[in-house]
């Protein structure tokens, strides 16, 4: 599976980007799909992931009620709505999909990941 995400930009405090991670290669409909993000100097952390059926969630507290994960399958495609950005949301965000034998509980952590993509830059001016 190669994913491609995009829609990464600068915006202003309090905006909206929309991210979009595109899988090609094959499906990944069966897959779990996750949203980390590295910001200069510290470590990849954690924002969102997604069950191959959509109806189980995880978020990192501090984005809860400010960023919506979603997919479409039909599109293989998944998506990170980021509302109400702020400067500390400024990061390289990945999005990353899990083979099918892993748990979702494990897919709050990078390791648990086999496939990556190339990560799309966040900007948020203050």
């Known amino acids: 599976v190669q994913l491609q995400a995009s829609g990464g930009g600068l915006v202003q405090a309090g905006g909206s980007l929309r991210l979009s991670c595109t899988a090609s290669?094959?499906?990944?409909?069966?897959?779990?799909v996750g949203w980390f993000r590295q910001a200069p100097g510290k470590e990849r952390e954690f924002v969102a992931s997604i069950s191959w059926s959509a109806p189980n969630k995880y978020y990192k507290d501090s984005v809860k009620g400010r960023f919506t994960i979603a997919r479409d399958n039909t599109k293989n495609t998944a998506y990170l709505q980021m509302n109400n950005l702020k400067p500390e949301d400024t990061a390289v965000y990945f999005c990353?999909?899990?083979?099918?034998?892993?748990?979702?509980?494990?897919?709050?952590?990078?390791?648990?990941?086999?496939?990556w993509g190339q990560g799309t830059l966040v900007t948020v001016s203050s």
């Open positions: 990353a999909a899990q083979t099918r034998d892993k748990t979702f509980y494990s897919s709050q952590y990078d390791y648990s990941y086999a496939y």
């Open positions: 290669g094959r499906t990944f409909r069966s897959n779990t």
